[in-house]
C-alpha cells in the first residue's frame, strides 16, 4: 500500500545550520506531496507541498522538490533557527483518494 | 477566523465511561478526518466522512464511533474507553480533492487518558 518513510530523529543542530530531513514514498501514479510541521503543544500546520513531478514547495526558507524518479520529498533549510524547533511530518495524498498517509516525523531541536 | 475546533483539550477518564470528543470547522469543508498521534507511529486515520451521513473507517477504527448529522460537526464517540485509547487525537478537514489535493486543516489536538 501506499506510505511514507522519513528519517528518524531526533535531528539536532546549532543555529544557522543547513537542515535537510529526508523523506521517500511507496505510492501508484501521481499522489500529492507535503511537509506539515508541529509546534510544541499545537497541532499540524501545512509548512509546504508539491501536487506534481518537478515541483518545488517552498515557504517560511524551508524547500522540498518533487522528485519522481527517486520517489522522494526531502525538506532543506539553508539556516535554522531556535525558533525551528519542532516535529517534521512527510506525507502524501494519493490520486486516487482524499485521505493524508503520514510518515513517523523528525523531531528537530536547534541549539543557539 | 477560519479553524478547526476540538472540545475537550485534556481529558482524563476511567474504563468503559462513554465520553464524546467534538470538531467543528467553519470553513465549510466536505472532508472531516480523526487520526491519533502515538509515539513512534506518526498519525493514522481513525475515520473519515466525505461529506454529511457519509462516514467510512480509516487505518485504526476498532473502539470508536463518529457521525456526521451536520457538515461543520464531526464528533468522535468512544462508547467503552480501554487504556489502549491513552492518545493524542487530531481532528482535521478540507476540500475535496482533484488535481492539487487541498490542505487539511488541523485542530489543536484532545490529549486523552484512560485510566
Redesign the interface.
Known sequence: GDSVTQMEGPVTLSEEAFLTINCTYTATGYPSLFWYVQYPGEGLQLLLKATKADDKGSNKGFEATYRKETTSFHLEKGSVQVSDSAVYFCALIPAYTDKLIFGTGTRLQVFP | EAQ?TQNPRYLITVTGKKLTVTCSQNMNHE?M?W?RQDP??????IY?S?NVEVTDK?DVPEGYKVSRKEKRNFPLILESPSPNQTSLY?C?S?F??G??????F????TRLTVL
Open positions: 478547526v472532508y478526518s487520526y513512534g507511529l506518526g498519525l493514522r486515520q473519515y466525505m480509516g487530531f482535521a478540507s475535496r480533492g488535481q492539487g489535493k487541498a490542505e487539511q488541523f485542530g489543536p489536538g
